[in-house]
């Protein structure tokens, strides 16, 4: 017999960037935002598949990521716009 827990496959639902806590390290998987912010982000660097670490995400206040080897500060709502797992 197989053991059910070796078996299962786990699958993690998208989250918005906003929603992860510093130290995080997630992949984006889609932009939910319109033909503007997605040229800005692409231009950015933030694109389905892209790595990213959380560098800081307190409360309030801007969050900073790095990605690519470069350090990117965006806004909560910009980052809301971002989900990744």
């Known amino acids: 017999m197989r053991n059910s827990s070796a078996c299962s ?3 993690v639902s998208p ?9 995080g390290r997630v992949r984006v998987v889609s932009l939910a ?3 503007g912010l997605r040229g800005r982000l ?9 790595s990213i ?7 309030h206040g801007p969050i900073i990521i ?3 080897g470069c350090r990117v500060v965006m ?7 971002i989900l990744v797992e």
């Open 15 to 23: 989250v918005p960037l906003n929603e992860v806590k510093t130290g």
């Open 42 to 50: 692409c231009a950015m660097g933030v694109v389905s598949g892209s």
């Open 9 to 11: 496959v786990r699958h």
């Open 33 to 35: 935002a319109g033909h």
């Open 75 to 81: 806004g909560r709502g910009m980052a809301k716009k």
């Open 66 to 68: 790095a990605l690519e």
């Open 53 to 59: 670490e959380v560098l800081q995400n307190v409360r």
